[in-house]
Structure formats: C-alpha cells, structure tokens
C-alpha cells in the first residue's frame, strides 16, 4: 500500500512540475550541424561549389558561431552530380553524422534524391543550386524548402520577354537531364500559347566539350531564338562555340534561361555582349545586396552568384527559426520559417510557401555591351526588368504538390 501511494506521489509531484514550468525545447546532440552538399569540381562548381560553402560560413559567423548557446558545426562534401554519390552522401550524413540542415545541392538529379531523403528522416534540406522545379511540383516535400530560382521562373520569365518581341520561332540546345528537360518544357510551353514555334531540339550530354554538330542543327533550323538550356561550364562552352560559328549580334538572339552572374564574368565581354537571362540576386539591388557581395569577394576573390546569395539567405533563415523555436526540430523549424518573411542582402521580400517555393522577385538581367566600363564587379550587367514573385513562380492552383492538395481538402 505505501509503495502505491508513493508511486502515486511522485506521478502527481512530476504532474505539477509540467504544468508549473515549461520544458525548455533542445537542441539535438547540443549541437546544430549543417551539410553542404554541392558540386566542387565540375560544370557547376562556379555558380555552387566552394562558394556556397563560403556563403554559408558567412551565414554562420554573421550569427555568432552558436544559437541557443549551442555550436553551429558546418560540413561540406563533393556529390559529382552524380545523384547515387550524393544519396550515399547524404544518408551518412542523416544516419551517422546527425545533420540537422542540408544545403545547396546544385545538381537536380541530386536533389530529387535527397528530397526522398530528407522526406523519410524527416530532416530539412534546403535548395539554392539546382533549378527543377519538380521539388516543388509533383516531388514536393515538407521538409523541402526550394530557395533561389526554379525552371518555373526563369523559363517562363525569358520566354515572356522574347515574345514580347515578336521572336517567335525557337530552337533548343538542351541538357539531356532533369533539369534542361524542365527548363525546355517550361519555355515551350510560353512559346506555343502565344502563338510561337518550337523548330526543334538537340540535347547533349553534360561535360560535352564540342557543342559544334548541336550548334549547326540550331543554326540550319533558321529560328529566331535559340535557347542553351544548360547551365555553369556547359552554357560558357557552347555560347563560346556558337559566337565561333558566326552567331554574334540579335539575329538569331542567344539565351540562357538559368544562368548566373558568374557564367557572365566566365564568358567574358565579347562572348557576352547583349545575352538576356533571368537571375534570382542582383549585387546592384541595394545596400544590403551590394555589401554582402564586396565581403563575399574579400573571403572567395569573385562576386557571387544567384546560388552563393540563396545559400547565405537560407542558412540565415533557418538558424534564426532555430533561435526563436529554441529547437532544431524539423516541423517547429519550418512552421516558423513559414511564418516570417525574407528581408535579407538576397531578397528584399521572401515568403515560403506551403509547397515549399520561397517566392521573391526575379530579376530580367542583360549582359553589358564590350565597349562598356563597369564601375563595379557586377556592372557587367544591367537589370532590365523586376519580376514580381507572385508573376515569376509557379501559382498554387496550377500545382502538383500533394501538399497543396491536401491543404485545400
């Protein structure tokens, strides 16, 4: 009988003692450890690779080190693009290492992989690097956060702005992948319901070197428009190649839909002169776009991409949710992104939706004539036109999101 009674006892005393004090949210592990899985070496490794690395290191020092009293520990590894790597990668990291927060991936392959991932150890990841935007269509995911730009947007945007011009056939050099199957789809689609054509494709593996027999069936085709729907060393290499071929001046006008900055400057001012191309980070924006960028250039010795920005923006945002829930929770960290908007040196109003897209303005940028004299890194180009988030991306009634579906059942 005393034995019961005490038991009791301490059940009504531990009882007491929840509802007279809070429990204090942890941190797994006492640590909060952050993966940056990305390309190092190969065709991306300019607009991703070390530089987002630096990027998020920036995001962490900017914060002080620690949240919650507790170390911020980031790690980094090489995926190869090659999306069983990146997998292999990214389970030793959720399984073993305890990454709370894996970042920028800068493959799509890749990413559609460790969305399953992530989705399955109810981990977040992140995305600055790659562009389908299956990871937030029919591969959406709810510890998935999409961050910079996405085929949606930067296919949609181009496609728009060339139409406006009465250029109305189009031809496509395309990377025979996830992501430049996406980005010709999104762009032909434009082209179609206003009434253009689309006079052809010819994809090419990724890492080609000679572009030469793709460039003479887009010139023979006679299109207005020929779109490189590739990107990083790929997009240079046959932008380089297709200017030896005699493809110079607006006729036919040259495109890259998701490029960035960084592939501009790898171009250099004649191969570059004139190319229209929607980007997510302009360092010309503001204050806050143009400081980030002169320390990004002290730490790394270039300006930094659209990807290196969305990496600074997102390990930012994801640490101060961790602060304010007091947790690296997955679902608490989240909820709490979602609800607070994005005003940082990426973007100066940023929401998260429920599908996972954060929606910010695009930018419609054009590179600088060669005669041109830039007064700073980045006056190598010149915004053309601001692309409202709610016009850029993906509307939600036109989702696949299963989670988009579920919300409005």
């Known amino acids: 009988m005393f034995g019961m009674l005490r038991v009791a006892a301490v059940s009504l005393t531990a009882t007491l003692m929840c509802h007279s004090a809070p429990v204090r949210a942890e941190i797994s592990n006492s640590v909060v450890k952050i993966g940056i899985l990305t390309d190092m070496a190969g065709p991306y490794s300019d607009q991703t690779g070390l530089g987002s690395v630096i990027a998020a290191q920036m995001a962490i020092d900017d914060f002080g080190g620690t949240v919650d009293g507790k170390p911020i520990v980031l790690i980094s590894a090489d995926h190869q693009n090659k999306p069983d790597v990146g997998s292999n990668i990214a389970r030793q990291w959720l399984d073993i290492e305890g990454v709370d927060l894996i970042a920028d991936l800068g493959s799509s392959g890749v990413a559609l992989a460790v969305q399953n991932l992530v989705r399955d150890h109810k981990r977040l990841a992140i995305y600055s690097g790659p562009g389908t935007d299956r990871l937030t269509n029919d591969s959406c995911s709810p510890y998935g956060i999409h961050w910079t730009y996405d085929t949606y947007a930067s296919g949609r945007a181009i496609a728009t702005a060339m139409m406006d011009e009465k250029l109305d056939t189009w031809f496509f050099v395309t990377m025979d992948n996830a992501f430049g199957k996406s980005l010709e789809e999104t762009v032909s689609k434009v082209v179609i319901e206003r009434g253009g054509k689309v006079l052809g494709s010819a994809k090419h593996p990724s890492g080609t070197s000679d572009f030469s027999s793709y460039i003479l069936q887009a010139q023979s085709s006679g299109a207005k428009v020929i779109v490189f729907a590739n990107s990083g060393a790929d997009f240079v290499q046959s932008i380089k190649q297709a200017r030896e071929f005699g493809m110079t001046g607006n006729s036919p006008r040259l495109t890259g839909p998701a490029i960035a900055i960084t592939d501009i400057k790898a171009l250099g001012k004649q191969s570059a002169a004139g190319l229209q191309y929607v980007e997510a980070f302009y360092a010309g924006l503001n204050d806050k776009s143009a400081a980030f960028s002169k320390r990004f250039k002290e730490r790394k010795g270039s300006i930094p991409g659209q990807a290196h920005a969305g990496v600074y923006s997102a390990v930012t945002a994801y640490l101060q949710a961790v602060e304010a829930v007091r947790s690296d929770n997955s679902e608490k960290v989240i909820a ?31 590179a600088a004539e060669a005669s041109a004299t830039p007064k700073e890194d980045w006056d190598i180009v010149r915004l053309v036109k601001i692309i409202p988030g709610d016009q850029a991306f993906r509307p939600l009634d036109r989702s696949e999101c299963p989670l988009v579906k579920v919300k409005g059942d």
């Open 336 to 366: 709490q992104m979602r609800s607070k908007p994005v005003n940082d040196a990426f973007t100066p109003s940023g929401t998260i939706r429920i599908d996972g897209r954060m929606v910010h303005d695009m930018y419609l940028m054009e």
